[in-house]
């Protein structure tokens, strides 16, 4: 259900507001914008919007939902910490995007860039897993095969599908004055709702996801998925040059060639 929710918060942005759902995109100018003092633009606060929903995504997850989205981190050195979020920091801009601008909105609208990326970052991150894991033994080995399901509380998900498609509903009634301020909030929440609800905080579930030679955790690749069965249609038959967003504006093409 995880997948279904980010894949339609991605459709929203998009639909709506004409906006890319790309965490580092929207993130890291946001936060250059306010350390530079740049001045307030409707990019700038439609970005501030959604990182609000995003973050009242995660509140209602670690409220409602902690023992599954937010179990207990690795006990790294903080050093660890610190080296691996230079490197993502410096990856995704260096890649112009992450798994969700590349993975969930790049993908359906065939971008090159795209189909490049996902698969180089899926496998760097796996050779890393497989080089602390098995190679240098730095992190506890697991024998191989395929992880077990971990069982959920079904009511936080499916109250989270259910709140997200009568937000989502509600967006395509609303003035579109009215609807410029509350549709980036709505889908950043439905974003945050996503990420808590397929698992995607989870440290462990991630690292187990990309040991393929361990442990492995299949279940990410069905989030992407679910959230692509979700993405394409919008983005794929809508993602056209004479095309506007339902509020108006421009809609996003980022180029699909190139760097």
Known sequence: MGGILIGLSAALAFLIDGKITGISGIAGPFLRGVVLCEPWNHGQAWKGLFLVGLALGGL???????????PEAFSYHPLRYVVAGICVGSGTRLGRGCTSGHGICGLPRFSLRSWIAVPTFMAVAGGTIAITRHALKADVEK?????????????????????????AASLFRLPGKICTYVAPVVSGLIFGLGLGCSGMTSQAKVFDFLDVGGTWDPSLAFVMGCGLCVSFPAFFFYDKADRKALCGGNLERPPKFGN
């Open 60 to 70: 209602a997850n670690l409220c409602l939902n902690q023992d599954f989205a937010f």
């Open 143 to 167: 024998p191989w095969k395929v992880a077990e399901a971990q069982l959920v509380n079904w009511k936080f998900p499916v109250g989270a599908v259910v709140v997200s498609a009568i937000l």
